[in-house]
């Protein structure tokens, strides 16, 4: 074999190439011809290296890997000179910044296993020729050549893939009743929309490996016979939808989109629509409202997008998951994908952890594993040696489990048994100095605030559950609030337009049913056991320990304490607004929460 | 960029991207250092150099890398080389003719034992 010592990729991305990328491949090779290097050092063409509006025409050169930047023609002979003749590094080319690459995602932790994430921070999502060398479009190539929709249908059907949006709907099932609706054209619409408060499941597949949606989208489009597609991503990722641009970019210039794909008569094209920060977008009737340039408002099913979405044709809508999945899928096989999770939840799913737990962040684990396994060997267990509490999963319309709950297997239906919910994998886990009553009135006031205030119950009903939520955390709840707000929740749910407003009193549901003894403590006996609730505690100095130092009293915003130096101090209940600084800048530990 | 139209492109295209993905994130056991200073090319590193990659096509290896690197301050033993192997310490070898360097070669690189006659006392050693 040919042994070069030295290799030269020079991006020939299409902005590359209008500032003169090829000219600068033809002066290397003309350069090294003319010191008789061309034997030793190969030049290869890439894809983009870095963000061509920053890096301009640039190369990087192995195996020193050092990225030369903005390059023009006439700086080629003395780069080739000094670097490949000489053996010099030529600083004054060298790129200014480094490019970033993705490491947030870390090394799998225990019992994770990765296949939605599996290229995250692995390749560059910049450069289709990454996700390639990763069997990318591998899957479509067989598809689109050996394989009638139907079968790709009846792949994914056997695969048992579901969702990932939330509902958890067999995702061929949905393709199947699409392709069946004999009007056209067809579209296709990817969710990604995620809004659940600390929910990035898809933000970092979108970012770190954009062409494996891309990939999946072109898949279920073949499968069941759409057209276009929209990607629709919230505003707030704009990462994201620069990378899709970019992928899009790509993909269509290797003819992965576009027409006549591999050369048969499907033809397929994607676009990227921004939403503007609204969560119900999420929703599938809302979203396509969006995609359509209307108010992002739900409207009542059926008829189902399957028959009348976007544009009035059918559509098909999925999560950004779902489609991530696809090409594994039909690339390894139904029965691989199937042998993992349990029996009605098939693979794996991608979770965020947040809350009280050690390990932070993303992961990527078979279904089936046990909410336990998932605190405390995947998660780490609680911080500081705190107590397990409660467990949200499903974002602000899920429900919370609890310490009884914790063997149960994570699947849609054991999830959904618990009266919680799968939802799209966000996991907020709270220890023992958390306040239920709180959490409720916490995820009331977001969904309250998303709702979109086309249905009177998720409108007003959500608002007076927040104000019963409200009045009980400030000590004026009585007991018949509590029915009332059982009331209320039945209410919202029973008769709330989409899932927004039919999810929302779920958390103040499920903190009821397990916790309903805090939210007596709270209009009984007037107490906040966490000491959580401001309206309900009171700061105390407890005098045997006080040195008297005046830490507390100096940092206390509203002067509330008071005491002479070396003398015990005394707290002010009037004035007090229950910041809790005094407790924080205490050294002695001498301030003492109570309720 | 090539369009895409059959399976047999995209195979081409996967083992050209497989390739500069190799290139990339290869880690190599040994590396061959050749000092490419004035006086160096002067006293016939190149030819030094390339009797390197020639030893290595010969001998099909692909775990070593040659890289170039300035003036080692040792202008009087030129041609010099570094072969460093396994992050050991690095050897340095003055007067590396080409036929010195298939020496290095055989009897260092692949056989694990260093040339004396060619090398550099230096501190590290």
Redesign the interface.
Known sequence: MKFFRSHVLVSVDPQCLDMGAHEIVDALNDELVAWGLIDEVQVLETSRLGDPARFGPDLVVYPENVHYANLGVDDIPYLVEEHFLKGRIVEKFRAKETVVTDDELGAPKAKEVRIVLRNCGKIDPHNIEEYIAEDGYQALANALTSMTPEQVIDEVMRSGLRGRGGAGFPAARKWQLCRQVPDGPKYLTCNADEGDPGAFMNRRVLESDPHSVVEGMILAAYAIGASLGYIYCRAEYPIAVANLNVAIEQAREFGFLGQNIFGTDFSFDLEVRMGAGAFVCGEETALIASIEGKRGEPRPRPPFPAVKGVWGKPTNNNNVETYAVVPQILLKGADWYAAMGTEKSKGTKTFAIAGDVVNTGLIEVPFGLSLREVIFDVGGGIKDNKKFKAIQTGGPMGGCLVEEHLDLPLDYEALTAAGSMMGSGGLIIMDDETCMVDIARFFMEFTQEESCGKCTPCRVGTRRILDILEKICNGKGTLADIDQLELLCEEVMKNSLCGLGQGAPNPVISTLKHFREEYIAHVVDKKCPAKVCRALIRYEVIAPTCTGCTVCARNCPVEAISGERRQVHVIDEKTCIRCGICAQVCNFDAIAVLS | ???????ED?KR??E???K??D??TTE?RVQIV????TPG?AAGARDT??EF?NL??EK??TDV??????NFGLDSLEPVVQVIIDNAAPVTYGKVTPYAARQIMEQHILGGKVVEANVIPTEAK
């Open positions: 960029m090539p369009t895409v139209k059959s399976l995209l295209i996967r050209e991207a497989m500069k993905r290139i990339k190599s050749v000092g490419m200073g090319i150099l390339k990659l290595i096509e099909n290896l890398t040659v890289r170039q690197t300035g």
